[in-house]
């Protein structure tokens, strides 16, 4: 979808939890269209104080406020001809969305202390790690700002989502990092390739990277295995791996389960529930009313086909 869309003028929301690529998608999108040859610029909208962010993007004339010494030029015409990058836009403060929609629609922007609008030519990229939707709902987020933004979105899945890229890009790293360091080459056993395929990756690409630059730096062979693999809090890599599939298999019983119950009545269900209680306390009912926070009278009637 990125090659389909890059050449174009479109906008672009690229959505996806953090650690998983945005960045580096949006560099992509801008080789590979007709700016190429011409500035990325990107800006960070959740690190730069509010109260800055408004020069940065749109620069400012001499003396629009204090310590305003020179007119000075912002991102939108810095990156004039080319890409600019609005990363993390979700955290824009509300008033300077406004702002930003009328550079966007206008392709004028306004100098903080300007008194002439200035053209631009510009192609916009937006990031978001947050729900947009979300935002607007919430009220956060302009909503027209987010159908401007939002011409094409690619969404980026999680790595765990895309395990066909673990594989991949692990080699990818490792390589990279043996380089890096001058190192001679080094490459991942299968026994580690697996382990990797199981590791939950909440960091996502960022953190599979973190884990392989580190096992390329301590690894004693030029063939990592699963053991050479440490996650950033210390942790195994199997260990992780064991507890991942753990959780997973107990979320999976926890789903099943509710669903077997699906279509049941719920009297039904109380009564299985009183006949396993009954069972494990073999059949003492002061005991079973007990641990269901009943009273003997109710579990009594409640199961009245079981206990008579
Ligand atoms: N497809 C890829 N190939 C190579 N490296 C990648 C790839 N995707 C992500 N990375 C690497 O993973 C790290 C995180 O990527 P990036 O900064 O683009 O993520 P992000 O989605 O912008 O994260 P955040 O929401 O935290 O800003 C970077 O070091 C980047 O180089
Ligand atoms: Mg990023």
Redesign the pocket.
């Known amino acids: 979808m990125a090659d389909q869309i890059a050449g174009s003028d479109a906008s672009v929301l690229?959505t996806?939890?953090?650690?998983?690529?945005?960045?580096?998608?949006?560099k992509y999108l801008h080789a590979h269209s007709k700016r190429a040859a011409k500035p990325f610029i990107s800006i960070n909208c959740a690190a730069i104080p509010e109260a800055l962010l408004e020069s940065e993007l749109f620069g400012h004339e001499k003396g629009a406020f204090t310590g305003a010494i020179g007119r000075r030029i912002g991102k939108f015409e810095e990156a004039n001809g080319g890409t600019l990058l609005l990363?993390?836009i979700s955290e824009m403060d509300f008033r300077l969305q406004s702002k930003l929609l009328r550079a966007i629609q206008e392709r004028l922007i306004d100098r903080v202390g300007g008194n002439k609008p200035v053209p631009v030519d510009i192609r916009i990229l937006a990031?978001s790690?947050r729900n947009l939707n979300e935002a607007v709902r919430e009220g956060s987020f302009r909503e027209d700002l987010m159908f401007r933004l939002n011409v094409v979105n690619l969404k980026?899945p999680a790595l765990r989502d895309r395990p066909g890229?673990i594989v991949a890009?692990a080699d990818?790293?490792v390589a990279k990092y043996a380089k890096a360091n001058g190192l001679p080459a080094r490459t991942l056993s299968p026994q580690a390739h697996t382990a990797l395929l199981g590791a939950p990756w909440p960091g996502?690409?960022?953190e599979?990277?973190n884990t392989l630059h580190r096992a390329v730096l301590l690894s004693q062979t030029d063939i990592i295995g699963p053991d050479a693999i440490s996650l950033p809090d210390g942790t195994g890599l199997n260990e992780a791996t064991a507890a991942h599939s753990l959780s997973a298999q107990l979320a999976q019983t926890a789903e099943t389960m509710s669903r077997a119950m699906v279509g049941r009545t719920v009297a039904d269900v109380e009564r299985d529930l009183i006949l396993d209680t009954l069972d494990h306390t073999l059949g003492n009912r002061t005991h079973a009313a007990n641990i269901l926070g009943i009273s003997i009278r109710t579990l009594r009637n409640k199961a009245q086909p079981i206990c008579r």
């Not at 996806?16 to 949006?26: L, M, Q, Y």
């Open positions: 690229i996806g939890e953090s650690g998983t690529g945005k960045e580096v998608v949006a990363d993390e990031t790690n980026l890229d890009l990818h790293f996502n690409v960022r599979l990277e």
